[in-house]
């Protein structure tokens, strides 16, 4: 690479970007922009272990919650269509109806013959909800703030829905509080973030974080993770850093 073309990219990179791996290099910048390539790799790689896992954990939570509704309320088709039961009901309002949104905009650009042209399902809505909610639902160990009188109400119907509903939805998992699994999600949450918007993971303990990833799989059903395992590079990709 000529030093015309390692000028080109790093102004269109930028600088700012390009400083941890500066750092990383010693200010090296042919180095950095090798490590910069490798980076967006391993990036590659671990988003697609977090949105495996995503789509279990998801599918996991909400065979749970929809049987859980039905039990409230024998009338009930969807908790995502329709208001839910409560607890249930305050605690995912704002996802909820923030998925509700997404899923009606793309019902709405659906061909006219489609079947769901402007009636978005159950499973269209579920597509549309953030990661975020599903950290949202689980009980928030050792993140309340006493003092915080709402967030305190929040967090005992957090727990009375883990114990009736979701606690099932992890069975190979002993975590009669669901500290454990909270825990797992929350850092795969704060991870899929930092992934999504390309920012630096070297400081990070990706081993662990894949950790929690597999367990959290195996927490669902243990075949689970020795696929989605049988899928991962995350592990090559890391033996392969070119510092």
Known sequence: MTVSQQELLVSHISMARLKPYLKRTGGDIPKSLE??????????????ILGMTEVFVRNAMDRQLQAWNRKQDPEATSWLLEDPAPPLDKLSASKRSQALNWANKESKQKPKAHSRKDQPSHD????????????????????????DLASLEAEKHRRALWRQCLIHAFPNEKDPDGSITYGRVARLHNLRNRVAHMEFLL?????????DA?????????????????KSTVKDTLSRCPI
Do not use: Q
Request: aromatic fraction near 10%; hydrophobic fraction near 45%; include cysteine.
């Open 203 to 211: 400081d990070d303990d990706i081993d662990a974080r894949m950790h």
């Open 214 to 230: 597999f367990k959290l799989l195996e927490s669902i059903d243990h075949r689970i993770a020795v696929w989605v395992g049988s």
């Open 35 to 48: 490590l910069y390539c490798w980076h967006a790799e391993l990036a590659s790689d671990v988003h697609f």
């Open 124 to 147: 269209d809505v579920l597509s549309c909800v953030m990661f975020g909610m599903w950290a949202d639902l689980l009980p928030h160990h050792g993140t309340i703030t006493p003092s």
